[in-house]
């Protein structure tokens, strides 16, 4: 028997850091922070332990929280004081977004990254305006149901609006927008917005691969964001495509996209390998809200320790090529990392 080879060498307690391959620091963390325009108190949420949707007056307070823990980058997300078909508190100069990043930016060092989409401020949930679509023969007579006039997102009067809503959270001081409704061409319309308006300096991190995944559940509660009606196949990814991941993003670089996110992390991580080979971009990975509620729930019935999990979870999606991921665990793991300054 030829024992040359024995991998367990390097497995003994005073190397295997020297030899690991992946380190993960509270700085490729970014946590998610839920600004409610409609409460004057934290509520917490309840699909998601230890995370609240807080009042505009407490978002300085609530970004100082995750500062301390040594993570330097948080994505604001808002719930409006009230809704419309076009989503028009998403631009506000007073919306719910614009008022907390005037706030966060003017007093704290935190990074401030801003979620660029509608469907938290559209009354019917979907991320853009609507127009009706004709399936089938529209001049038929026909009683089928699947050629009746439908519903569907607008894309490209969309765009109109996606621009506004970036340069409006630019100009109360985002330090980075990120587009996630997978309108085609958002990242283009967008950059053009920003670079109009004097913000060329703004990079843009594209929700570039966001499949249209169950794993959103828990955050369509928490930011009240769900469809009214039907689904959002018609403009997020078939979980069944990878090379159309390939596609997507490669149509986001070309429009400048500065950073490209894989969105669900975990169940989507061969697309994180695929693109870190494909792109020299960063890459980011949202480990989403599903995914952070499954290991609390199986944690509480004491089927997983939820530390390790939370920590192995995120190793895994480094390891997998992601620079940064976005996750609701930021704040819990980053405080046990060994680097913590
Ligand atoms: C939509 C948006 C969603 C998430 C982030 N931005 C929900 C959706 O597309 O339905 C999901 C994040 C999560 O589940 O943690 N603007």
């Known amino acids: 028997m030829d024992l040359t080879h024995r991998p367990r060498r390097l497995r003994q307690d005073r190397v295997r850091d020297l030899v690991s391959e992946t380190s993960l620091e509270p700085t490729d963390l970014i946590a998610p922070v839920f600004v409610d325009a409609t409460t004057d108190v934290r509520r917490p949420i309840e699909s998601m332990p230890g995370h609240e949707r807080v009042p505009i007056d407490d978002a300085v307070a609530r970004v100082e929280e995750v500062l301390e823990t040594g993570v330097e980058a948080v994505m604001l ?46 009354d019917h949930g979907h991320c853009g305006s609507l127009e009706e679509e004709l399936r089938g023969d529209a001049d038929t007579d026909s009683d089928d149901p699947a050629c009746e006039p439908t519903l569907t997102v607008d894309n490209d009067t969309t765009l109109e609006t996606l621009d506004r809503i970036a340069v409006s959270h630019a100009e109360a001081g985002a330090d980075m927008v990120a587009p996630s409704g997978m309108m085609d061409g958002m990242v283009g319309a967008i950059r053009e917005g920003l670079d109009r308006e004097g913000f060329d300096h703004v990079p843009i991190m594209s929700y570039a691969a966001k499949y249209e995944s169950a794993f959103y559940g828990p955050f369509r509660d928490a930011a009240d964001g769900a469809p009214a009606f039907g689904n959002r196949r018609h403009y997020q990814m078939d979980p069944a495509n990878a090379r159309e991941a ?36 960063p890459v980011a990975a949202y480990n989403v809200s599903g995914e952070y509620a499954m ?43 060994p680097t913590r300054a």
Not at 313 to 334: H, N, P, Q
């Open 246 to 281: 390939l596609r997507e993003v490669r149509l986001d670089v070309e429009q400048g996209a500065d950073v490209l996110m894989v969105k669900p992390a975990l169940p989507y991580l061969d697309i994180v390998r695929d693109i870190r080979r494909e792109f020299d971009h």
């Open 295 to 337: 290991l609390h729930a199986a944690a509480e019935k004491g089927w997983l320790d939820l530390e390790a999990v939370a920590l192995e979870s995120l190793l895994s999606i480094k390891r997998a090529g992601a620079d940064l991921i976005l996750t609701y665990f930021a704040e819990d793991v980053a405080e046990r990392l």
């Open 77 to 122: 997300f808002g719930i409006p004081e009230s809704k419309d078909p076009e989503g028009t508190r998403a631009w506000a100069d007073d919306g719910v977004v614009q008022e907390a990043t005037r706030r966060i930016s003017d007093e704290t060092d935190a990074y401030v990254i801003t979620d660029v989409c509608l469907c938290e401020y559209t």
